[in-house]
């Protein structure tokens, strides 16, 4: 019988589930529109604004395929409500602070399901990841440079997530500063 994703380790889950880079797949686009409206249905009465984002959101690159979606809401609802409401609605809760939440969905303890997402909660206007997805999406050429940086850290954080993350986070800082420079 297979383990519960409750009762693995990090170490066992990062083996069950590897980073592995795909080439854009244009459903992807759609997948994130279907979640997003599901989304948006349940969340109704919290008014969020919700955006398609990560690499998957990009064109022409390689990509995780996990469809990373971004939702804001403002601090003044109460949190716990909305985890409770993604809690029901079968997201697993990953992580969670005052002004952040994520979850995730199409994890399973035999591995990825078809359609698997990362959805994170941050306050309205805590949207770096925008500014970075429309700037790699206007600029082909540091789009390709992010790419090659990925496949370039996969040999090494293939069962890492957390290392593979920090290795990319000085470009992703760098990309993100200078698309708010060009806003």
Not at 28 to 50: M, N
Not at 105 to 132: L, M, R, W
Request: hydrophobic share 35%.
């Amino acid at each position: 019988m297979a383990k519960s994703l409750n009762d693995m380790t990090l170490g066992e889950l990062w083996q069950l589930f590897p980073i592995i880079l795909s080439s854009h797949r244009p459903q992807w686009e759609d997948w994130a529109k279907e979640e997003i409206e599901s989304l948006l249905e349940i969340l109704s009465e919290y008014f969020p604004i919700i955006n398609h984002i990560g690499s998957t959101a990009v064109p022409n690159i390689q990509a995780k395929p996990i469809i990373d979606i971004l939702v804001e809401l403002s601090l003044d609802y109460n949190w716990q409500d909305i985890r409770a409401i993604m809690d029901s609605s079968g997201y697993i809760c990953m992580s969670l602070s005052p002004n952040r939440m994520s979850f995730n969905k199409g994890y399973s303890p035999d591995g990825y399901a078809e359609k698997v997402y990362h959805i994170h909660f941050h306050a309205v206007g805590d949207n770096d990841e925008i500014y970075f997805r429309d700037y790699l999406k206007n600029n082909p050429s540091i789009a390709s440079e992010y790419e090659s940086l990925k496949l370039s850290l996969l040999p090494r954080y293939r069962n890492n997530r957390d290392g593979y993350t920090e290795a990319k986070s000085d470009f992703v800082r760098r990309v993100t500063e200078q698309a708010k420079r060009q806003k």
